[in-house]
């Protein structure tokens, strides 16, 4: 018997208290969609969903976007001429280069609807309605990010109140603040504007964290 607690007691301090923030991170990475706008020296902007158990559909809006290139369906792209979409499945990954200068709005679709040809509605985040591509503004209440690119550098915060609120997000930064968004009013608790400057740092947006 004492063996046998010994033996129990040597598995329980074999295990590590908690998960090192690295581990984590990647365990987050694999099991999450992303988004990632690349910049020229390598900062890396992603969207994820997290723990969602709904389909999330994605909307991002760039004032200036120069060309975009898919390695695997994720999200709802909209620029100023068209726009483009798709649900964001956990896992999955959409890759975008974007210039030095712009404006990006990215918020959660929910309760969405489409057929092949990509016609239908969300019950929460609709832009435009009856479009998977769309071009417009959401409606309202959605929690909407806002991030501005000016020579490499990201500024990010959270439009809840402007807004309302239909999702959680977090807005982290790998070389800087997180801004957690979990609830209506988020953005009059946490500073709006925080910054991701660092040359390889990586701007994360985690919905339903």
């Known amino acids: 018997m004492a063996t046998h607690r010994a033996h129990q007691s040597k598995e329980k301090e074999a295990k590590p208290a908690k998960m090192e923030a690295e581990d984590w991170e990647e365990l987050q990475l694999k099991a999450a969609g992303t988004i990632r706008l690349c910049l020229p020296d390598q900062i890396i902007y992603h969207v994820m969903d997290e723990n969602s ?8 809006e760039s004032q200036f976007m120069s060309k975009t290139a898919t390695t695997k369906p994720a999200v709802a792209l909209v620029l100023p001429q068209g ?3 798709t649900e964001l499945h956990p896992g999955a990954s959409w890759s ?3 210039p030095v200068i712009g404006s990006q709005y990215i918020w959660g679709r929910t309760g969405c609807s489409f057929d092949r040809a990509g016609k239908g509605r969300c019950q929460t985040g609709d832009c435009g309605g009856s479009s998977l591509t769309c071009g417009g503004n959401p409606a309202v209440p959605v929690t909407m990010a806002e991030v501005s690119v000016l020579q490499g550098n990201y500024t990010y915060g959270v439009t809840s109140t402007l807004k309302g609120f239909n999702l959680p997000m977090d807005l982290k ?3 800087g603040d997180a ?3 979990r609830k ?8 709006y ?5 660092a040359a390889g740092s990586r701007l994360q947006i985690v919905f339903c964290p």
């Open 96 to 98: 975008l280069d974007t």
């Open 83 to 85: 726009g483009g979409g």
């Open 193 to 197: 504007a925080k910054s991701c400057s």
């Open 184 to 191: 209506a009013g988020c953005d009059v608790v946490q500073p």
């Open 173 to 175: 930064c790998s070389s």
């Open 179 to 181: 801004l957690p968004c």
């Open 53 to 60: 158990p709904k389909k999330i559909w994605e909307k991002l």
